[in-house]
């Protein structure tokens, strides 16, 4: 099926960042000083290559941040198996450094260019890749046409549309149709990613599920974890893991609702943003919670009631820890965050109203027993106080949640039985060529 013609928003899109390259390169510079680009490799971000392009077959993956270049570690090592180099992408800081410690030897890691179409194209230019696999929900019109111009598949993997990203595209129909019309196929997670993909003019979609279902977990140094468990000793614990602004000070205030109740209660607490650590230390202490925070080195002994862990890629380690997990994103209109992790570390889960971006998982953790969903900080306070003094429903409750889990599984196999014929089409116009 021919792609229709470019509309002229997405001409005007092109033609806007073109005249703007000297703006985002300052947006850019301004971004390192504050921390949120890494300066010594700002040039990637332009599109600028950070090291030689490996001889062979390359696939290009994206993983905007940490959530969705995770997902995409067991595909990384699948195209490997089948003879491919792995180029991974990612747009953020955190999501670099967590990725580049669990790519294999045969992948490597470097920034994403932002959407100006010279600076994607000088990318392309230099790493030449054979396949583009692009994460959940990544829709960026300059890449899409350039991909497409240079005859290279473009896979939307683990692909995600929300509620409001429809509505949003549906407002601009043409734009959304000649965008989706130009990438392979659209490999949506739930029935429901694949009606809006479809109703938004993408020719070719399945629905292959959530990859995140196959993700291993996160791994841990057991003398570590061995340690932590010893200096908490038999104190009730429990984490509040992910929390955005908002969220941290009725985390607080619950942790002060249960002293009575819980006099040893040792609350741990992980920032989505590790960077905002000192500030919800400064919060937390304005309350009367005595606290230490992991990045400078500070340790939950004794006298510690709120533990700030505001740490990179150790999420795994306090999923470990904790028989009780509360995820946030979900008390404050965010859309949630992924229960997955913690569930398949035997976790019992507690989420507030806000888990839109995760309906489908959350619905049958909830119908399983494995989550309970709690209105407000009242609510988390009192969820708390109940389970946490009963090991016995905890076990029970993550019992649940891993069997709610294992219908979902086998996103990888599916989303790799796809990918196959597209390799199929390589190896044979490699044959064909003199």
């Keep these: 099926m021919k792609a229709p013609p470019l509309p002229l ?10 005249l703007a390259e000297p703006a985002l390169s300052g947006l850019l510079a301004f971004r390192a000083r504050r921390g949120k680009e890494d300066t010594a490799r700002l040039p990637e971000r332009r599109g600028v290559p950070g090291r030689v392009r490996p001889r062979g077959r390359l696939c290009w993956m994206h993983g905007a941040s940490i959530g969705e270049a995770l ?44 959407d100006a179409p010279r600076w994607i194209g000088r990318f392309l230019d230099h790493w030449r890749p054979d396949l583009a696999l692009v994460a959940e929900s990544e829709i960026w019109p300059s890449t899409i046409v350039a991909l497409h111009a240079r005859g290279v ?19 601009t129909p ?19 990613d694949a009606e809006r993909f479809a109703r938004l003019g993408a020719p070719r979609v399945s629905v292959t599920g959530n990859l995140k279902y196959d993700s291993a977990v996160p791994a841990v140094d057991e003398a570590h974890l061995a340690h932590l468990r ?15 602004p908002g969220e941290d000070a009725m985390v607080a205030r619950a942790h002060l609702a249960l002293k009575d109740r819980l006099p040893d209660l040792l609350t741990v607490l992980v920032p989505r943003h590790p960077h905002r650590g000192a500030e919800i230390a400064s919060e937390v202490a304005g309350l009367g919670l005595r606290t230490a925070r992991r990045a400078q080195g500070g340790w939950p002994h004794g006298a510690i009631d709120l533990y700030v862990a505001d740490t990179l890629g150790e999420l795994g380690l306090f ?35 806000h888990v839109e971006n995760f309906t489908q998982v959350y619905r049958a953790l909830d119908a399983a027993g494995g989550a309970l969903a709690v209105a407000d900080e009242r609510d988390l306070a009192a969820a708390v106080a109940d389970l946490l003094p009963d090991p ?43």
């Design 319 to 353: 999923y470990r820890l904790c028989p009780l997990v509360f995820l946030g994103g979900s008390l404050v209109p965010h859309g949630g965050q992924n229960p997955i992790e913690p569930t398949r570390l035997k976790a019992a889960v507690l989420h507030g109203p």
């Design 71 to 114: 997902s995409l570690v067991g595909l990384v090592d699948g195209m490997i198996a089948r003879g491919f180099s792995v180029l991974v992408t990612t747009g953020t800081r955190s999501a670099a450094e967590l990725i580049g410690a669990r790519l294999p030897p045969a992948a490597f890691h470097q920034y994403v260019p932002l």
């Design 392 to 434: 016995r429903r905890l076990r029970a409750m993550a019992a649940a949640g891993g069997a709610a889990l294992l219908p979902f599984e086998g996103a990888l196999d599916r989303t790799l039985a796809v990918i196959e014929p597209f390799i199929a089409q390589m190896t044979l116009s490699a044959m064909a060529r003199p």
């Design 230 to 244: 010893s200096v908490v000793g038999g104190r009730p614990v429990w984490a509040a893991a992910s929390t955005h």
């Design 9 to 18: 928003s997405i001409t005007a899109y092109r033609t806007g960042l073109t």
């Design 174 to 192: 043409r734009t959304a149709e000649a965008l989706l019309s130009r990438i392979a196929v659209c490999l949506a997670q739930t029935q429901e």
């Design 153 to 171: 598949p473009l896979l939307l993997v683990n692909g995600r549309m929300s509620e409001r990203s429809f509505k949003g595209w549906g407002r």
